[in-house]
């Protein structure tokens, strides 16, 4: 059974930093890309990052370019995704999501998610 | 960056009818996903490839579209259908989700 159980969220003041972590089991971590969607509060959807199974190839949604980095440790199984500077319009739930098939990005799994409210 | 536009924005439907939701996108693209999201809950994959259903969808949920104009049917809608709806292109990063479809109980 596949399983993604995200980390790392809380209560973080304008300019701080913060790590998310996503813990995957059940399937060949490496063999697919996984990415980061959040959703804002009563919001939809949004693609923040995404990264490869293996070469480590990365992409960012402009709004977090620069302050944002995804990275993964296969021999964890684990992916990260360090935020830095982080802004009030970053408050938003963060999901985990495994893409369906190797680097095409539809999700077919995604984990529970993780709040992160950025506030003074 | 391509912009998804879903239609209606929310669509009131009693159990038992048919339900279509519509997602343009701003420019052809070949990659194009279905998710439902509950409340409270994670986004679930319903179609991919604008048209595939994802493993465990009953049939009565079906996509089609091409180029820029894509649907989702929902046959006979059941009480455990009623929720919010997103479409997603996956052919090009910036990935881009609609702004959503609620369907509503009428």
């Known amino acids: 059974e596949v399983q993604l159980v995200e980390s790392g969220g809380g209560l973080v003041q304008p300019g701080g930093s913060l790590r998310l972590s996503c813990a995957a089991s059940?399937?060949?971590?490496?063999?697919?890309?996984m990415s980061w969607v959040r959703q804002a509060p009563g919001k939809g959807l949004e693609g923040v990052s995404a990264?490869?199974?293996?070469?480590?190839?990365?992409y960012y949604a402009d709004s977090v370019k620069g302050r944002f980095t995804i990275s993964r440790d296969n021999s964890k199984n684990t992916l990260y995704l360090q935020m830095n500077s982080l802004r009030a319009e970053d408050t938003a739930v963060y999901y985990c999501?495994?893409?369906?098939?190797?680097?095409?990005?539809?999700?077919?799994?995604w984990g529970q998610g993780t709040l992160v409210t950025v506030s003074s | 960056e391509i912009v998804m536009t879903q239609s209606p924005a929310t669509l009131s439907v009693s159990p038992g009818e048919r339900a279509t939701l519509s997602c343009r996108a701003s420019q052809s693209v070949t990659n194009l996903a279905w998710y439902q999201q509950k409340p409270g809950q994670a986004p679930r994959l319903l179609i991919y490839g604008a048209s595939t259903r994802a493993t465990g969808i009953p049939a009565r949920f079906s996509g089609s579209g091409s180029g820029t104009e894509f649907t989702l049917i929902i046959s006979s809608l059941q009480s455990e259908d009623f929720a919010v709806y997103y479409c997603?292109?996956?052919?090009?990063?910036?990935?881009?989700f609609g702004g959503g479809t609620k369907v509503e109980i009428k």
């Open positions: 997603q292109q996956y052919n090009n990063w910036p990935l881009t």
């Open positions: 999501a495994k893409a369906g098939s190797g680097w095409s990005h539809y999700f077919d799994y």
């Open positions: 059940g399937f060949t971590f490496s063999n697919y890309a």
């Open positions: 990264i490869s199974g293996s070469t480590g190839t990365t």
